[in-house]
């Protein structure tokens, strides 16, 4: 007779999961394109490779790695810029073509040829931008919560966009955004969690101190903002995409403040084989918010196009 639980259930119950499996948990760096990255590593087997968001970190996997590295390599790395990763002084250093290279460099350097790619936000933009690069590299693409760049500079001409993305242009400022999000204890940091989730009870202070301490290293609040302080210089607000080949999952947590859901309809004309999967009463951290859905949506996305791997 099965159970039926809550999801606070569920959520506790993951919690004591991984308490066990971060015994298993491996941390390691890679040198790729310049820059010495980390990562957190479990299981055996074909590649998964997990780009995190802002103001995120590796750690915004915590629930997908033990669930995934079951059947395969799971690497969640902190991006160039965040945590334990390098954090380059220039500007200049975060643009999109040096996240292709870092993403590139990470896949080959640990022995693979192609992995499945996930990425949620920033992540995801960039997962978005190594498929058009190297589709040959890539089994299958995963995103969360971040538009195809076509839709996403659609959305951009609109008011209703432009006014949710209003952080956007508050942080090509110099220095005022870092004072901004180390305020009061990296107040900030909380409330782009806490504030923005439906489902708040997802985000422990355990949760919230791990962020706020990521975000606090010695140059990653910079570093972090220099993603947003090069965007309007990015070929990923290029209106003119062609067809991916790759076979894509998008996952959407529907109350997304930063992201409207219309920025995910007609994603289809762009990708040859594409599927969605929306999550209501969810916001932007969807796999954190809704790991249990995540989870389950990207398995079974990855058993019907995966003959050999999964």
């Not at 990562?39 to 997990?50: F, I, K, N, S």
């Not at 538009?147 to 993305?165: C, D, E, I, M, V």
């Not at 706020?212 to 309007?232: E, H, P, S, V």
């Amino acid at each position: 007779m099965t159970k039926n639980i809550t999801h606070n259930e569920y959520h506790q119950q993951k919690i004591q999961q991984m308490t066990v499996t971060e015994l298993t948990w491996k941390h390691e760096y890679i040198t790729t394109n310049g820059v010495k990255l980390h990562y957190v590593t479990q299981g055996e087997g074909p590649l998964m490779l997990m780009l995190h968001g802002f103001p995120e970190f590796w750690y915004s996997w915590r629930h997908q790695i033990p669930e995934f590295a079951q059947d395969f390599k799971v690497v969640a790395i902190d991006l160039r810029g965040y945590n334990d990763s390098d954090k380059p002084n220039e500007q200049s250093a975060y643009v999109m073509d040096e996240f292709i290279k870092d993403v590139e460099g990470v896949i080959k350097g640990l022995g693979y040829q192609k992995c499945v790619l996930v990425g949620h936000d920033w992540g995801g933009a960039i997962a978005w931008n190594f498929a058009y690069t190297h589709p040959e590299m890539l089994e299958q693409l995963i995103i969360l919560n971040l538009p195809h760049p076509a839709k996403f500079a659609q959305g951009l001409r609109t008011p209703q966009q432009l006014l949710r993305s209003n952080y956007i242009f508050l942080f090509q400022l110099p220095w005022i955004p870092e004072l901004l999000l180390q305020s009061s204890d990296y107040q900030a940091i909380e409330t782009a969690f806490k504030g923005t989730a439906v489902n708040k009870s997802a985000f422990t202070k355990a949760d919230i101190d791990a962020y706020k301490n990521a975000a606090a290293k010695r140059g990653a609040l910079t570093a972090m903002l220099n993603y947003y302080r090069n965007i309007f210089q990015q070929r990923m607000l290029n209106p003119n995409w062609g067809v991916l080949e790759v076979p894509t999952l998008m996952i959407w947590g529907e109350n997304d403040t930063a992201l409207g859901k219309e920025l995910t309809y007609d994603t289809a004309a762009y990708v040859r084989d594409f599927q969605i999967k929306y999550i209501p009463n969810c916001g932007h951290w969807v796999q954190q918010e809704q790991p249990e859905l995540v989870n389950h949506y990207m398995g079974e996305f990855l058993r019907t196009k995966t003959n050999s791997i999964y």
